[in-house]
Nanobody, 124 residues
Framework: QLQLVESGGGLVQAGGSLRLSCVAS????????MGWFRQAPGKERDFVAG????????GYVDSVKGRFTISRDNAKNTVYLQMNSLKPEDTAVYFC?????????????????WGQGTQVTVSS
């Protein structure tokens, strides 16, 4: 059974940076597309960034383009989300997920495995 564990969240001031990590265990995610989603209080969980299994294709929601970077190290079974120039509106619980295919998807329904999430709080 695949398990995903996120880490790296915390409290940061606006303009600061955080790097989230998602480590997979139980089986490899080497051939799976991976995604990061986030859920703010009182809101639905939304797509933030995704990466294909090779790392050759990435995608981002418009609000984070130019500030966030998704990457992966298949040798370490790990996916990262580098978050720069953070804003208070980035405050949310961030989840990583493994898709059922080799690409990434913006729809949650295409992801079979989810982590428990890590809290990111950006103060103004």
């Amino acid at each position: 059974q695949l398990q995903l564990v996120e880490s790296g969240g915390g409290l940061v001031q606006a303009g600061g940076s955080l790097r989230l990590s998602c480590v997979a265990s139980g089986r490899t995610v080497k051939f799976a597309g991976m995604g990061w989603f986030r859920q703010a209080p009182g809101k639905e969980r939304d797509f933030v960034a995704g990466i294909s299994w090779t790392g050759g294709n990435t995608g981002y929601v418009d609000s984070v383009k130019g500030r966030f970077t998704i990457s992966r190290d298949n040798a370490k079974n790990t996916v990262y989300l580098q978050m720069n120039s953070l804003k208070p509106e980035d405050t949310a619980v961030y989840f990583c997920a493994a898709s059922r295919g080799s690409l990434y998807y913006t729809s949650q329904s295409m992801y079979d495995y989810w982590g428990q999430g890590t809290q990111v709080t950006v103060s103004s």
